[in-house]
């Protein structure tokens, strides 16, 4: 895909990784949830970065399907550090949940049972993409998932999450911090991705 000696993927991974860090520290109180605004924007970026990178490994396994071989381990990584964000985020999620609504998880919101749902389809998609042991059907596999990804964070219902808590709050700066934050956690992510397939290549090649 590109000639990883000419990118610092690690520390470029590691400057969007601190900088994710210090802008959700930074973010002021909100006037309505105060500091617990931290917690929902870490778990709300992480999540958003998932399907951003999930958005981002379909566009390269669709270039591998369309003949690009060399991208087949890019769509891999890719893939798995989306999952592993979802995974992260729904974790994250679990103390703003304590701390605003008394639980760790509400299994009766819808946003929550459709998180777990995703969760358990993705690690059946992994198994099955293993087990079958064919590029072509993990790359369409992953095509699909990403894009049933999109349409249920999309159509979702909510009850007690707020549809849109950062766009609705009186704090104009918040949705400018909140975009840094989520921004930073899409780049890291994908220089994490990066590093890790260059790394492996290198290693390839000295095996050799």
Do not use: C
């Not at 379909?58 to 381990?73: E, I, P, S, T």
């Not at 949705?175 to 590093?195: N, T």
């Amino acid at each position: 895909m590109i000639s990883g000696k000419k990118i610092p993927y690690l520390p470029l991974t590691i400057v969007f990784a601190l900088l994710w860090l210090l802008l959700v520290m930074v973010t002021p109180p909100e006037r309505t949830l105060g500091t617990i605004i931290r917690w929902v924007f870490a778990h709300g970026s992480l999540t958003q970065a998932s399907v951003y990178v999930f958005l981002v490994a379909a566009l390269l396994a669709a270039g591998y399907l369309m003949g690009n071989r060399h991208l087949y381990d890019w769509v891999k990584t890719t893939a798995g550090i989306a999952f592993a964000l979802w995974v992260l985020g729904f974790v994250v999620s679990m103390i703003p949940a304590k701390m605003a609504w008394g639980v760790w998880v509400d299994f009766h919101e819808p946003r929550t049972q459709m998180t777990l749902r995703v969760i358990a389809v993705g690690v059946v998609f992994a198994v099955l993409a293993w087990w079958i042991n064919q590029p072509k059907f993990t790359a369409i596999a992953l095509i699909a998932f990403s894009f049933i990804l999109l349409f249920l964070v999309r159509s979702t219902s909510l009850i007690r999450h707020p549809m849109n808590p950062i766009g609705s709050s009186p704090d104009a700066i918040l949705p400018l911090i909140y975009s840094g934050i989520m921004f930073s956690a899409v780049l890291a992510s994908l220089s994490l991705a990066g590093y890790l397939v260059t790394r492996r290549g290198t290693d390839t090649r000295a095996a050799r």
